[in-house]
């Protein structure tokens, strides 16, 4: 894992995940990173980006490439909620209007 900070621009964040209990899981890891971006002086643009890396040939590559796919992106979308809850939390506690954006 490593993070780099832009000053008051932003900052990246980058993972590699390595899986376990899986069929050829030896073949794969999966690397994301996360940047965020300041936008304004109470907003910010969240990217997150993911890939598959194999470092092994295996008969199982499109179903692993299937099955990561739906899982990281489930689990983003999760956590995308998490945080839009979250921040309506802050908001309302600090008695701002909330916000529709997503």
């Not at 621009?9 to 030896?26: H, K």
């Not at 910010?44 to 499109?62: C, E, G, N, Q």
């Not at 802050?90 to 008695?95: A, V, W």
């Amino acid at each position: 894992q490593s993070f780099q900070r832009f000053g008051a621009l932003g900052a990246t964040l980058q993972n590699v995940t390595i899986v376990n209990g899986v069929p050829s899981a030896d073949c794969f890891r999966v690397e994301d990173r996360w940047s965020v971006e300041s936008i304004g002086e109470s907003s910010v643009h969240l990217r997150v980006t993911f890939r598959i890396l194999f470092t092994k040939r295996t008969m199982f590559k499109p179903i692993i490439q299937k099955n990561v796919k739906a899982e990281t992106k489930k689990w983003f979308h999760g956590y995308a909620k998490f945080l839009r809850q979250a921040l309506q939390e802050d908001d309302k506690k600090e008695g701002l209007p909330a916000s529709d954006s997503e």
